[in-house]
């Protein structure tokens, strides 16, 4: 199974900070990267696709980034509606492997 | 918009084995994948499998041996059997659409349902 590594696991950052989560795959992906946000009580969400393609109607302040085994999430300027945890996702082989979450909170 | 909402018992007894149907809404079902993910309290997403409108599957090996899927698309629902349960399948199962292109991707979820196994 492809290992998916995140970090760090939980961060504070003030509102309009940018702030930038990380997932390492145990090896290569190329770009078959996804990323999702779950609020607390709700279904995860996707985000963010193939590494870098924005899905449908997720706000531009959202950006995805890397190739390979190394990949960024990055929020721009944090909103106080993106306090949630971030899972990264990789399609490459079967079976299909998650990150172990980023939690962020508003400081 | 797809929907998709699970149902099923909330508590199963050790053991036991535990059933879950999710039911398609808003779209087709024939030429999809249809998954289940689950989440212990707390923690993080583990894949379960996965079901194509065929019937063709792909379970988790950590999973494989007590996992069984099925999918009737003419109800437009498709189910997870996990059998011989211990308290460590209590999580909330969530059933998800995956859309598959070049890549895989979970394009759309259910609510979850939390099952508990308990005596």
């Known amino acids: 199974d492809i290992q998916m590594t995140q970090s760090p696991s939980s961060l504070s950052a003030s509102v309009g900070d940018r702030v930038t989560i990380t997932c390492q795959a145990s090896?290569?992906?190329?770009?078959?990267l996804n990323w999702y946000q779950q609020k607390p009580g709700k279904a995860p969400k996707l985000l963010i696709y193939d590494a870098s393609d924005l899905e449908t109607g997720v706000p531009s302040r959202f950006s995805g980034s890397g190739s390979g085994t190394d990949f960024s999430l990055t929020i721009s300027s944090l909103q106080p509606e993106d306090i949630a945890t971030y899972y990264c996702q990789q399609s490459d082989n079967l079976p299909l492997t998650f990150g172990g979450g980023t939690k962020v909170d508003i400081k | 918009q797809v929907q998709l909402h699970e149902s099923g018992p909330r508590q199963v007894k050790p053991s036991e084995t535990l059933s879950l149907t999710c039911t398609v809404s808003g779209g087709s079902m024939s030429s999809y994948y249809w998954s289940w993910i689950r989440q212990p309290a707390g923690k993080g997403l583990e894949w379960i499998g996965r079901i194509y409108g065929s019937g063709s599957t792909y379970y988790n090996p950590s999973l494989k041996s007590r996992v069984t899927m099925s999918i009737d698309t003419s109800k437009n629902q498709f189910s997870l059997n996990v059998s011989s349960v211990t308290a460590a399948d209590t999580a909330i199962y969530y059933c998800?659409?995956?859309?598959?292109?070049?890549?895989?991707?979970?394009?759309?979820w259910g609510r979850g349902t939390l099952v508990t196994v308990s005596s």
């Open positions: 090896q290569d992906i190329t770009t078959f």
């Open positions: 998800a659409r995956l859309y598959s292109s070049s890549w895989f991707i979970f394009d759309s």
